[in-house]
Structures are given as C-alpha cells and as structure tokens.
C-alpha cells in the first residue's frame, strides 16, 4: 500500500535528544504493526540555522513540507542566540497557522507509579483532556509600540476571534466530550473582565451545546479554574480554551501529574488539509540540555498521537497508539526512569525500555 510520509524536525536543545527516542518508539511500532510509513529528516526550524541563514527556516519550507501526512517536532527556542518571539514566530508558530492546525489537543493523564503532586489522587482521577485554539486569539503581531522613550511610551497588542475559529474548536471539543463518558465540556473563559470577546466566547459555547443535549457545559473563569486543577481536577473532561489560556492550562494540567517531560500534544488540521503536527507540550529546556536527562515519554506518547491520527483512530494504527501508551505506562510504573519522574535513567534508557516493551 501506499507509504505515509512523515517530516521530522528535531529542532533545538533536548527536542535534539527526545526526537532520536521517539523515532526508536515510532520504527519499533511500524515494524509490530506493519505500517507502511517513511520518514525525511529536515535540518531547519533550529535557532543554529537561524544563525547561518538569518532566518528559520529555507523560503519554500511551505513547499517542502507540504506533501507530507504528517510532520514530527521536537522544539524549538535557544534564547541565548536568537530571541524567543522570532525564533517561534519563525518555525512553529507558522506550522500552526499557514497549515491551518486550529486544534491543538493536549491529553492530561496521572499515570500509576507517578508520584502525584496533588495529596490523594490516583489514577483515574486526573484523566482530561485541553482542546486549545491555534491560530488565532491572543497569539498576534497585530499592534505596535508608540512614543517609545518617551513619558508616552505605550504599546498595543490585539487578540482576534473569529466566528468560525471558535466554532470549529468548540464543535472538536463537544464531539470529543460526547464521545467520552463523562460528556463534560468546560469552557475557559473570562468574561467578567475582558469585556467584549470573552462575553462573545460565552454565547458561542451556549450555542455550540444547543446541539449537544447530552453534554454538560461548565463555562468557568479561567483564574478559578486554575485553582481547580489543582483541588478538583476530577472535575474535568474535555476543557476548551483560547490559545493563551490553553497553553497556561496545558502546563498546569501535566504539572499536576507530576512532571510536563510527560505531556504531548497533536496539532490538528482535521480536513487534513494540511499535515498536521505533533510534538511535546514542553520546549527545547536548555537547563537541562546535554546532560541526556530530558524525559523522552512526551515525545513518544506524541508520536502515539500521530499514529492514531494517520490511521483516523482505526485499524493498526489504533492497536500502534494503544500499544505504544500501554508500554509508556509499564515503564512509568516499573522504570527506567527520568530525573523529573524521580529516576536516574537517561533518555535512552526510557526511550529503549519503550521500545522493548513494543517489540
Ligand atoms: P521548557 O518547557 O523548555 O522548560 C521548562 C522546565 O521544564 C525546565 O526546567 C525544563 O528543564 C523542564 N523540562 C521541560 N521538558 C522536560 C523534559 N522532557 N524532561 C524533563 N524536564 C523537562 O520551557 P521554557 O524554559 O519556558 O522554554 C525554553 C525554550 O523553549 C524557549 O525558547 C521557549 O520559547 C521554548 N519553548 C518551545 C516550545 C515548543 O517548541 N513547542 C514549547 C515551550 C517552550
Ligand atoms: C507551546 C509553547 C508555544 C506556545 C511557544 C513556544 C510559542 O509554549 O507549544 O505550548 O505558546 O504555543
Ligand atoms: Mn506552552
């Protein structure tokens, strides 16, 4: 059959030492389930290219990366070299946008044999998911810096919403929620005192549940709803955000399950339009970087997600995704392990046992 294809960019820092564990996971899983996959490494999107080039990424990277069914992230951010909003706004953030990936889903799972941050839970009792926006919202260039220098120095950043940018997430995040067992949706919102798109957000959710009958709505503030993470995450089943609440909430979230070297993430153009992306929650973690410590699991369950999605949830695909998370939790539970998750196991090591397990 015809072969998927697969870009991988391994970007900067430890996206340079998790990627090499998610690709033993990822050929450990085609070889067990046949899958009929291939894969092209791409040195670009790294701040060492932004060094010899002056910019991220080759001209026709859109082009380049285009044909592929998916591509494959490390991360991407060395701040001592070049600074953060360019280097993003430079490689990943245009992914996100010019690929039309609107939703960015983000699991948050406690796993057994994690040492939960939280007194009292167990596993099952964090289990939900983050349905972030991802091209529009808070995330803009639109604004500018005026009087600069000067006692009037002030500056203007502008959010946009668009009506269907917010229906496609809420509609993801009640299909999601709908078919879950708990058929909760709670909307991260603002709206008593970010007074005009937060109101908006509101009414678009209310209108978006009209058409799920079966699934509750909760919409909650997002200052309250942090706190609940923390005290009541059994509360939470699918939790739809904008896309500057959805990255604090999806940090927040894996925190509370004790490390974010665990958290992945798929961004998601679900016409498949475009490749989608799928990458860690965290970034390249250049204290860390060197030393072979970084927790590889993100990456891994990350490409979990992409198998999952190539195979439109089904067949091979499916058993590949299950398999791969069920030995991601074997190897929590009986090691080895990470730093972050208590061990003194390097990168490899988790990434080996992973693949092991699989094979
Ligand atoms: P970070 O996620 O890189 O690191 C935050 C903290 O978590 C650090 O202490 C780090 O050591 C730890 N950590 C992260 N991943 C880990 C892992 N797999 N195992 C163990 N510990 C881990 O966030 P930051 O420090 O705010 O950002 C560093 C750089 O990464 C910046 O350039 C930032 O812009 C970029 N960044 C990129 C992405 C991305 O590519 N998607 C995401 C977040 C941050
Ligand atoms: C993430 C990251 C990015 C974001 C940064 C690096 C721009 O934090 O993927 O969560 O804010 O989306
Ligand atoms: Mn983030």
Redesign the pocket.
């Known amino acids: 059959s015809k072969k998927l294809r697969i870009a991988v960019l391994a970007g900067d820092g430890i996206g340079k030492e998790v990627m090499p564990e998610g690709i033993r996971v990822l050929e450990a899983a085609a070889k067990r389930f046949d899958l009929p996959l291939e894969m092209q490494h791409f040195d670009w999107a790294h701040c060492d290219y932004f060094a010899a080039h002056g910019q991220m990424m080759p001209d026709d990277w859109k082009a380049q990366l285009q044909g592929f069914d998916a591509i494959l992230f490390g991360a ?2 060395w701040p001592a070299t070049v600074p ?1 909003h360019v280097s ?1 706004w430079g490689s ?2 245009k992914f996100r946008r010019e690929f039309d990936q609107y939703i ?1 889903l983000r699991p948050v799972r406690l796993f057994e044999g994690v040492p939960c941050p939280l007194a009292g839970r167990k596993p099952g009792d964090i289990d939900y998911y983050v349905v972030r926006e991802n091209t529009e919202g808070e ?1 803009t260039a639109l604004g500018g810096i005026m009087f600069e220098g000067t006692d009037r120095e002030m500056v203007l950043q502008e959010a946009v919403f668009t009506r269907k940018g917010a229906d496609r997430l809420l509609k993801f995040a009640f299909d999601l929620a709908q078919s879950r067992s708990k058929k909760h949706v709670t909307l991260a919102t603002k709206s008593n005192g970010i007074a005009i798109s937060m109101p908006w957000w509101d009414k678009c959710a209310e209108a978006m549940a009209k058409n799920y009958p079966d699934v509750v709505l909760d919409k909650q503030h997002i200052d309250i709803l942090t706190a609940r993470f923390v005290l009541q995450p059994g509360r939470f089943d699918v939790v739809a955000a904008t ?1 500057l609440f959805g ?1 604090i909430l ?2 927040l979230g894996p925190a509370t399950t004790g490390t974010i070297g665990l958290a992945p ?1 798929a961004n998601l153009n679900p016409e498949r339009n475009f490749p989608s992306l799928f ?1 860690p ?1 965290h ?1 390249s973690a250049p204290d860390i970087y060197g030393q072979n410590i970084a927790n590889p699991i993100a990456m891994i369950w990350s490409v979990a997600l992409m198998l999952d999605f190539l195979g439109d949830g089904k067949g091979a695909w499916r058993s590949a995704h299950d398999a791969i998370v069920d030995a991601i939790s074997q190897t929590i539970l009986s090691g080895p392990s990470t730093p972050d998750l208590g061990g003194q196991g390097k990168t490899p090591d988790v990434g080996k046992a992973i693949a092991e397990r699989l094979a």
Do not use: T
């Open positions: 991407v951010g953060d993003l990943l953030l960015n995330y896309n990255d999806s940090d993430s990458e929650v970034g």
